[in-house]
């Protein structure tokens, strides 16, 4: 079994920062990519970011130059790092890995879900 426990999510100013980790807990034998996903109320989720285990990354348009993920490939966690914070960046923040079990098991893995608010 494997879980992913997110934390850092909060309120915050816009023009503000925060600043997201995951980390999976359990038995596993390698994460191949990891992401960050958002859901803002009465839309459906949206990728925000990726991560290759080589380190290789991907944004959506709207975050572009405002946040960075970056993950430690030793202790499976993932961060996302928010800067420049706007009211539209407003949704619940999860994580999700690519967990591989065994040569031949493999699944996605999401985490619970963090709130992000960003309001003056």
């Known amino acids: 079994q494997v879980q992913l426990v997110e934390s850092g999510g909060g309120l915050v100013q816009p023009g503000g920062s925060l600043r997201l980790s995951c980390a999976a807990s359990?038995?596993?034998?390698?994460?191949?990519?990891m992401g960050w996903y958002r859901q803002a109320p009465g839309k459906q989720r949206e990728v925000v970011a990726t991560?290759?285990?080589?380190?290789?990354?991907n944004y959506v348009d709207s975050v572009k130059g405002r946040f960075t993920i970056s993950r430690d490939n030793a202790k499976n966690t993932v961060v996302l790092q928010m800067n420049d914070l706007k009211p539209e960046d407003t949704a619940v923040y999860f994580c999700?890995?690519?967990?591989?079990?065994?040569?031949?098991?493999?699944?996605?893995?999401w985490g619970q879900g963090t709130q992000v608010t960003v309001s003056s």
């Open positions: 991560i290759t285990p080589g380190g290789s990354t």
């Open positions: 999700n890995f690519e967990v591989v079990f065994s040569a031949w098991r493999r699944s996605d893995v």
């Open positions: 359990g038995s596993i034998l390698r994460v191949n990519g």
